[in-house]
């Protein structure tokens, strides 16, 4: 008498995200979902923002719970990855916002690694193309080792970072917890909000309403734009990988700041000019990803073009005013 054999079905895999309503944690928890996953979202919602994952509401393997990460994280049952994207992660935020922004780098960071080690997870960091500070070596690739200035007005969140990346190496040296760095260059797409500091939106937004487009300095300084859903691919592609990092992740297309203004008024057809006001203290010069790494060893790299991605995220724009 043969016997049958029985197929279990595959175990869920379940993911933290912290800072899951804000602009790049909520399209991570959108991407976990469709590719599976049983998703928690943690945040206070100091910069996010709970219409973010509205949508999500009644999705049964979606749950929401208010915490500040600087506290002790408790949850039930099995965790497979938790990914950190709690900070401020704007330049008025974390102006706003320092002590803030150092507590959630170094305690916030603390507190994840200890779920993961005690969940035996997966963790992934969030960190950021600050951390190479206003730069020497053109484009940054991760052997770079920055040029931050500690005490300036933006210290308080690439040094954040910087410690975040130096505490979770030290998780996996010596707690053998497997980890993974991603450097995030300038990102955009919906969800962002319109008055948060950063160009695209503060130009989208300025030039929906044909007001003047504040650019700082001549404009000359530098920027690569990647549209959001490329970076949570390569996010994505980054956890389930081997690897541990620090990995780039951005698009390597750069332009001037002017060049933005002015591409985003001709793909909006408005009637705004454009303005200069001084330049902020320690604004980069310069900010492009090598992302030869992420290439070779995630076979990642950005589909979507920046006027395509402009236009998407104007659309959002103009159904939000």
């Known amino acids: 008498m043969k016997t049958k054999t029985r197929i279990g079905k595959a175990k869920q895999p379940v993911s933290v995200v912290t800072g899951g309503a804000g602009f790049l944690g909520s399209h991570l928890c959108d991407k976990l979902l469709c590719e599976g996953h049983r998703v928690i979202c943690l ?3 100091i910069t996010g923002n709970i219409a973010n994952i509205e949508h999500l509401a009644g999705v049964e393997s979606f749950k929401y719970i208010h915490h500040d990460v600087t506290e002790y994280i408790y949850l039930e049952g099995d ?10 992660a704007s330049p008025i935020d974390y102006l706003e916002l320092p002590i803030q922004t150092l507590k959630v780098g170094a305690l916030g960071t603390h507190k994840a690694l200890g779920l993961a080690r005690e969940k035996k997870a997966k963790f992934l960091i969030a960190s950021t193309s600050e951390v190479y500070g206003d730069p020497l070596v053109h484009p940054q690739e991760e052997s770079y080792w920055g040029n931050v200035n500690p005490v300036g007005p933006r210290g308080v969140y690439d040094e954040a970072k910087r410690f ?3 505490m979770t190496m030290a998780y996996h040296r010596y707690h053998h917890v497997d980890t993974k760095i991603v450097r995030i260059f300038n990102t955009y797409g919906p969800r962002m909000r319109a008055k948060d500091g950063r ?3 503060e130009f989208i937004n300025q030039a929906l309403r044909n007001q003047p487009i504040t650019v700082f300095g001549k404009g ?8 959001v859903s490329d970076l949570i691919d390569g996010i994505y592609r980054l956890a389930r990988s081997k690897e541990t990092g620090p990995i780039n992740i951005g698009n390597p297309q750069e332009m001037t700041v002017a060049d933005l203004a002015r ?4 793909l909006s057809g ?3 000019k454009i303005v200069h006001k001084p330049l902020p203290v320690d604004d980069p010069k310069v900010r492009q990803p090598n992302i030869a790494l992420a290439k070779r060893l995630l076979a990642w ?7 395509e991605g402009l236009r998407l995220t104007l659309d959002y724009f103009r159904k939000k005013m």
């Open 164 to 166: 975040a990346e130096a």
């Open 43 to 45: 945040d206070n919602l």
């Open 79 to 88: 965790v497979d990855y938790i990914f950190h994207f709690a900070s401020p």
């Open 263 to 266: 591409k985003i008024i001709k």
């Open 270 to 272: 408005s009637k705004s």
């Open 301 to 307: 790299s950005p589909k979507v073009e920046v006027d």
């Open 199 to 201: 160009a695209v939106p």
């Open 220 to 227: 000359n300084q530098t920027r690569s734009f990647c549209y």
